[in-house]
């Protein structure tokens, strides 16, 4: 295995202008889309760790908190928070900016678990995470609470 991360290493940030084949009739766009992008970005941070394959395992609950329309710029960060032996979660934040009037507005923040797999889709280990910043140790610390609170789940069969 390899030596530690950093967090700031795995950095990404997506963002694309939502287009009329992103929404509905009346301008909206779907959430789904939102929910694609959220993936993408995420996938993006966990490869980016991994420097290998990756497959998304777990979703936390996703809400959205404002609406998106079309001519919006969306704009999505993500940031390893955590990683264990074979999986990692990662934060993602998806903003909307009104380019028109300048106005941007926080529409939804999830937080999604990835595993590192080779080739036939079996689990390998991840290097581990180096948290640089306080903010970075305060985000592990949180996701270490929240693996905690996912392995109490029962799993489904």
């Known amino acids: 295995m ?9 950095k990404t940030v ?11 009739p ?5 959430g789904g889309e939102i929910m694609k992008l959220i993936d993408a970005c995420a996938g993006a941070a966990a490869t980016r760790h991994a420097r290998g394959r990756v497959v998304t395992a777990f979703v936390d609950g996703l809400s959205f908190l404002s609406p998106v329309y079309v001519g ?3 704009t999505a960060k993500a940031s390893v928070n955590h990683v264990g032996r074979t ?4 934060g993602v934040r998806v903003d909307s900016e009104d380019l028109l009037t300048g106005l941007v ?5 999830a937080y999604l678990v990835f595993v590192s797999t080779d080739e036939k ?4 280990p991840l290097p581990p995470l180096i948290a640089e910043t306080d903010e970075e140790r305060r985000r592990l610390k949180a996701a270490e609470q ?8 029962p799993r489904s069969t």
Do not use: C
């Open 14 to 24: 997506m963002a694309r202008t939502m287009l009329p084949s992103d929404a509905n």
């Open 146 to 153: 929240r693996r905690a609170q996912r392995l109490q789940r």
């Open 72 to 74: 919006h710029l969306v």
């Open 105 to 109: 507005a926080h529409v939804s923040s």
């Open 121 to 124: 889709g079996n689990a390998i």
């Open 2 to 10: 390899a030596s530690g991360k950093t967090v700031s290493g795995s």
């Open 87 to 90: 999986s990692m979660e990662v």
């Open 26 to 30: 009346y301008g909206n766009v779907h």
